[in-house]
């Protein structure tokens, strides 16, 4: 039997257009070993890790007349230096080229007549730093079958020692004529398979809540409720174009840490909390610089993937996230009331959630592949409920290496939805907060302006504290 793509993974192809790629990403930066990490260094670790996960050695295959979803096949002509590739800033490179550079090629979409994946080796960094930048597409990354790149590449201790090769030979590709009579087999043993794949369904808010959220009830009463109310007109919302920007903004995890505890209130505010307030106080001037009429009441809806996870459970990270909408307060001009507005609304729909020490004591580097889970949640739900997306992902507290080279910082590239001009991710890594800012480039022709407003308004809600 062929392994078919779900209606969920496989509405990630459907849904794709030149102007919105699906794929998610990111921008590690590493400081580099003692005797230097090589492009071959890194083939290497590669060619010992994806054997794990059959994912990265398989390819998309429509079915003629799309009569079924398509199905992975073994990519018999699977070549891992097509995917790993390298790339060099002029020395010494510094963030603004490192940014230009993520943003073109996140805005070229993978092919589809390879595995769905891409990483670029981009050495010339000041410093002597290098990056990796990452690219896998949605269909690929559900947290059971496969995770993102970052989680089989990254260790937890320095000593790297080459591993020997797993010997792997590719299955044959089935033929049309064989996935044809496939198709039409599991029509009659399996009609309810056929009729979801015909409808399209894993776009509809019942899948979505069966599928991505994993826990319909509250869920799909929290969508419900926000599908009443359409989310604010913003210059949020535009028509996206092809290409993009990038900008990458470190801070201090401590920062976050001190703005929480310095309030003498008595509701409970989260790390969490104190970023979306963040975001908040940097949409407001960002909007006000704009010439946007900001008032008391004025809001940005934000849809916020909230990742659920019990370390009792050993059915892996997906079904383990579900939507939080936020009514960002940016007409609030009291930068802590904006916080405490951002944390009740926060603590009336979440139950439980994620903190960084969980996340540490999963096996390999979890963040991306949560950005993942989030991306696809995004994604699969209607552009009428929220104004953006913002995935925020607590890391370890603790370094991670590839290959014996120090990870400094990890950024997320988020895709932009369909008539959303920027997607925010947000994760903390050994006390770092790294936010990416992934935006149409003639939308958001003033992202870096918003990378400023993040820094500022962090610095307001530590003065208000």
């Not at 002029?90 to 990483?119: C, K, M, T, Y």
């Not at 920007?245 to 309030?263: A, C, I, P, Q, T």
């Not at 979890?366 to 953006?388: E, K, V, Y």
């Amino acid at each position: 039997m062929t392994d078919r793509l779900n209606p969920l993974d496989a509405s990630f192809l459907y849904l794709e257009e030149p102007t919105t790629a699906m794929h998610v990403g990111s921008v590690m930066i590493f400081e580099p070993p003692p005797e230097g990490l090589e492009y071959d260094d890194l083939l290497a670790l590669l060619s010992a890790r994806i054997g794990q996960v059959s994912r990265y050695r398989q390819r998309i295959k429509e079915l003629p007349g799309k009569l079924a979803n398509p199905v992975w096949v073994d990519d018999t002509d699977f070549d891992l230096a097509y995917h790993v590739r390298r790339s060099a800033l002029p020395r010494p490179g510094n963030r603004e080229q490192l940014q230009e550079f993520v943003a073109r090629i996140q805005s070229r979409p993978l092919d589809r007549e390879h595995p769905l994946w891409e990483i670029y080796l981009v050495e010339g960094l000041d410093k002597d730093r290098f990056a990796l930048v990452t690219k896998t597409h949605q269909a690929l990354v559900d947290g059971v079958h496969a995770v993102d790149i970052a989680h089989l590449i990254l260790d937890e201790t320095p000593e790297y020692r080459p591993a020997t090769v797993p010997a792997w030979t590719p299955r044959r590709s089935p033929s049309d004529l064989e996935l044809v009579a496939e198709a039409a087999l599991e029509s009659l043993t399996k009609p309810s398979q056929l009729l979801e794949a015909v409808r399209g369904g894993a776009t509809e808010m019942l899948v979505l809540g069966k599928r991505v959220a994993g826990v319909a009830g509250d869920v799909l009463a929290t969508v419900a409720r926000t599908a009443a109310r359409p989310a604010p007109t913003s210059p949020l919302n535009v028509r996206v174009g092809a290409t993009r920007r990038f900008v990458m903004v470190g801070s201090d995890l401590g920062d976050y840490r001190k703005v929480r505890e310095n309030l003498d209130s008595n509701a409970e505010i989260t790390v969490n909390d104190v970023v979306l307030a963040t975001i908040t106080g940097a949409l407001r001037t960002w909007l006000q610089a704009r010439g946007e009429p900001v008032h008391v009441g004025s809001t940005v809806r934000a849809m916020v993937p909230l990742s659920i996870y019990d370390l009792g459970d050993n059915i892996g990270l997906a079904n383990r996230v579900a939507p939080c909408f936020v009514e960002l307060p940016v007409g609030e001009p009291n930068a802590r009331l904006r916080l405490e507005q951002v944390a009740y609304q926060m603590r009336s729909q979440v139950a439980g959630g994620i903190g960084a020490d969980t996340l540490a004591g999963l096996t390999g580097f979890a963040p991306p592949t949560l950005h993942h889970l989030g991306a696809r949640l995004g994604s699969a739900m209607s552009r009428r409920l929220f104004n953006l997306v913002i995935t925020n992902v607590p890391g370890p507290q603790d370094p991670r290496y590839c290959a014996g080279a120090m990870m400094l910082a990890s950024y997320p590239v988020m895709p932009l939805a369909l008539g959303q001009a920027v997607a925010v991710g947000v994760t903390s890594y050994h006390g770092t907060m790294c936010f990416g800012l992934n935006g149409d480039r003639t939308g958001m022709h003033d992202l870096e302006l918003l990378g400023q407003c993040l820094k500022d308004s962090l610095n307001e809600l530590i003065d208000a504290s």
